[in-house]
């Protein structure tokens, strides 16, 4: 980010709070950044805030896994307001692909899984371990 290039980072550090800025590792289990058609999620990525000068930064280290828009957890359907897509997900409170996936995967009825992944609440490798 500055060139520190072999720099000891403890120099490089003391520098950076020389100069007012300020760095914290923020202990994130996961980070997700929502575009207009899809979803990057980062798990167990590392991510480092950056305050200088009144500005904070963030900085996301990790590999990304890619889904489309809307297939998230229950928390993402709550912050779109319920949008339209997560409708499978608010009628039968769990969605109907998530359900073929475990009745699928368990070789069990779709009333079955439905009500596996309700126990669960939607944790989908939970429910098809029950099953098997």
Partial sequence: MFGGGGMNPRKMQQMMKQMGIDVTEIDAEEVVIRTGDEELVFDGAQVTRMDAQGQETYQIV??????????????????????DDAGAADAGGV?????????????????????ALEDVDGDLAAAISELE
Avoid at 62 to 83: C, I, K, N, Q, V
Avoid at 95 to 115: F, M, W
């Fill in 95 to 115: 969605p109907d692909e998530d359900v073929r996936l475990v009745a699928t995967r368990a070789g069990v009825s779709e009333a079955d899984a439905r009500e």
């Fill in 62 to 83: 990790g590999e990304p896994t890619t889904r489309e828009l809307g297939a998230g957890d229950d928390d993402a359907a709550a912050d779109d307001g319920g949008s």
